[in-house]
């Protein structure tokens, strides 16, 4: 980089992704841009410029000076590699212009924070980032981990799952060869936190979703069932609704099913076969 490469970057002043500052003595300023450069759109950070009068000062650069640069970036979080340029001022000797450039956001990636608190640009300006902003960055690059049914399930304890229901899917599991026989005399609780349907202690919303017997926040736990007359929706001759539990759904529908499926059969050698 060269002193022209730095008039032409300031020509226009400050903007959304130049800033601007006299000297170090503005670097914790001066970060709080560079972590809001890297959560918008990136940018310039320049040291050695007048703001507004576009004066080129430069400053004195010391082993010191480099030190105390290199101190403030690694407050920047997650970890960033800053090229740091040093470039000669005009008319000033002994004085260096200091410039950094911060790359962009990329949507999915951890977002970025200085000294523990996230900021962003807003036009020129640079601002404490909202904590709905925040949140959905960060469920963007964890969407396994802050997905629905990972989160703590509401108003649902332990003593509202069903043993009975946990054990009997365990149980398949073992027939099927898909867990260790172990899992069968396990505490309740360990076996829960195994199968990763506990948050801190605490049912989460697929241990709710599989077993809870307590379904009264979820509207969505629910099955509606008919039987229509002839190919259209136009008329039925059976209507259900059920709610519960992932199995108690799954056992009302199948008892629909079967309800209203003919089951034929027919003996072949001694054995009878069976058709729905």
Same mark, same amino acid.
């Given at each position: 980089?060269?002193?022209?490469?730095?008039?032409?970057?300031?020509?226009?002043?400050?903007?959304?992704?130049?800033?601007?500052?006299?000297?170090?003595?503005?670097?914790?300023?001066?970060?709080?841009?560079?972590?809001?450069?890297?959560?918008?759109?990136?940018?310039?950070?320049?040291?050695?410029?007048?703001?507004?009068?576009?004066?080129?000062?430069?400053?004195?650069?010391?082993?010191?000076?480099?030190?105390?640069?290199?101190?403030?970036?690694?407050?920047?979080?997650?970890?960033?590699?800053?090229?740091?340029?040093?470039?000669?001022?005009?008319?000033?000797?002994?004085?260096?212009?200091?410039?950094?450039?911060?790359?962009?956001?990329?949507?999915?990636?951890?977002?970025?924070?200085?000294?523990?608190?996230?900021?962003?640009?807003?036009?020129?300006?640079?601002?404490?980032?909202?904590?709905?902003?925040?949140?959905?960055?960060?469920?963007?690059?964890?969407?396994?981990?802050?997905?629905?049914?990972?989160?703590?399930?509401?108003?649902?304890?332990?003593?509202?799952?069903?043993?009975?229901?946990?054990?009997?899917?365990?149980?398949?599991?073992?027939? &099927?060869? #898909? =867990?260790?026989?172990?899992?069968? /005399?396990?505490?309740? !609780?360990?076996?829960?936190?195994?199968?990763?349907?506990? %948050?801190?202690?605490?049912?989460?919303?697929?241990?709710?979703?599989?077993?809870?017997?307590?379904?009264?926040?979820?509207?969505?736990? &629910?099955? #509606? =069932?008919?039987?229509?007359?002839? /190919?259209?929706?136009? !008329?039925?001759?059976?209507?259900?609704?059920?709610?519960? %539990?992932?199995?108690?759904?799954?056992?009302?529908?199948?008892?629909?099913?079967?309800?209203?499926?003919?089951?034929?059969?027919?003996?072949?050698?001694?054995?009878?076969?069976?058709?729905?």
């Amino acid at each position: 980089m060269t002193i022209e490469d730095i008039k032409q970057l300031i020509s226009k002043d400050e903007h959304r992704q130049l800033e601007l500052k006299k000297t170090t003595g503005e670097l914790k300023d001066g970060m709080h841009t560079a972590c809001a450069f890297l959560n918008t759109d990136g940018g310039w950070l320049i040291i050695g410029i007048a703001p507004g009068s576009l004066k080129i000062l430069g400053q004195e650069v010391t082993d010191n000076t480099q030190r105390e640069i290199a101190q403030y970036l690694t407050g920047i979080e997650p970890a960033v590699d800053v090229k740091v340029e040093y470039v000669d001022a005009p008319d000033r000797p002994g004085c260096q212009v200091i410039a950094m450039y911060f790359n962009a956001f990329v949507w999915g990636h951890q977002p970025y924070t200085y000294d523990s608190r996230p900021y962003y640009k807003v036009e020129s300006t640079t601002k404490l980032m909202p904590r709905e902003m925040f949140e959905e960055r960060i469920r963007a690059n964890k969407p396994q981990y802050y997905a629905w049914e990972r989160q703590k399930a509401d108003r649902v304890a332990i003593g509202d799952l069903n043993e009975e229901r946990v054990r009997g899917a365990i149980r398949l599991g073992v027939e &099927r060869g #898909r =867990m260790m026989a172990s899992a069968m /005399t396990e505490p309740f !609780e360990k076996v829960l936190d195994k199968l990763q349907l506990l %948050n801190d202690g605490m049912p989460n919303n697929a241990a709710a979703a599989l077993f809870s017997t307590n379904i009264y926040e979820y509207p969505q736990f &629910r099955l #509606r =069932m008919a039987r229509f007359h002839g /190919t259209d929706k136009n !008329e039925f001759i059976d209507n259900q609704r059920a709610e519960g %539990n992932f199995f108690d759904l799954l056992d009302a529908g199948m008892a629909f099913f079967f309800k209203h499926l003919s089951l034929s059969g027919k003996i072949v050698g001694f054995v009878r076969e069976e058709h729905l």
